[in-house]
């Protein structure tokens, strides 16, 4: 139990479907982060957030929509997804928005598949 | 471009020891982490270096040269339950993090 959860923990969406995924930290930890992780890839930073405003955003589809209504609370939203949008969505926090040796503690993650 | 290089997938005997070893080329350095990842599971942290030398941390150690843009970790007295991904990642001169692909450690009896 690393103090993040994530829910669900698997979702089966299809291409027209809008659906969130949540993510809540207990560590009260000033940034988060969305990651996907891809079979055999190395993890792709989604979007960060610090103090509750978005920091990073590295040229997510508009598919994909973050929302941080507080330090607390992660969502990202989902629509109009692709099938090579299935993969494993990790949402971590820190302290800090990567500074120094600052780690980063994961949720489980939400498997997502879009059939 | 950006680039962290690390085995994609390593098996080691219960009992030994193993060293996974991860090679990074990035625009500035401010640290380098460890992470396990077991199957089905969250990322765990294990370790961060970001001074020249050896961190040791009861069986797992880091191992980081700057020159080199070269680090390892090595896990002794290996268990069955240290079967799981490793990722290293750097954190780079805008303190974004960049992650390897993973080494997938096999532990057999």
């Known amino acids: 139990e690393t103090g993040v959860t994530q829910t669900p923990r698997h979702l089966v969406m299809g291409m027209t479907n809008k659906k969130s995924l949540k993510c809540e930290q207990h560590l009260g930890h000033n940034a988060m982060y969305w990651y996907k992780q891809s079979a055999k890839k190395p993890l792709e930073l989604m979007f960060v957030?610090?103090?509750?405003?978005?920091?990073e955003n590295n040229s997510v589809p508009s598919r994909f929509s973050p929302e941080c209504p507080n330090s607390s609370h992660l969502f990202l939203h989902l629509h109009t997804l692709q099938p090579e949008d299935s993969a494993l969505y990790l949402c971590?926090?820190?302290?800090?928005?990567?500074?120094?040796?600052?780690?980063?503690?994961f949720g489980p993650g939400t498997r997502l598949t879009v059939l | 471009g950006q680039n962290i290089d690390q085995p994609t997938e390593m098996t080691a005997t219960e009992g030994a020891i193993v060293q996974i070893n991860c090679t990074y080329q990035?625009?500035?350095?401010?640290?380098l982490f460890w992470y396990q990842q077991h199957a089905g599971e969250a990322p765990t942290f294990l370790s961060y270096?970001?001074l020249d030398g050896l961190e040791e941390k009861g069986r797992f150690s880091s191992f980081l040269s700057r020159s080199k843009g070269y680090s390892y970790l090595l896990l002794k007295e290996l268990q069955m339950k240290d079967s799981a991904s490793y990722l290293c990642?750097?954190?780079?001169?805008?303190?974004?993090?960049?992650w390897g692909a993973g080494t997938k450690l096999i532990i057999k009896p």
């Open positions: 990035t625009s500035g350095f401010n640290g």
């Open positions: 990642a750097v954190l780079d001169s805008n303190y974004q993090l960049i």
């Open positions: 957030y610090s103090l509750e405003e978005r920091v």
């Open positions: 270096n970001v």
């Open positions: 971590a926090s820190s302290q800090g928005a990567g500074r120094g040796g600052n780690e980063q503690f």
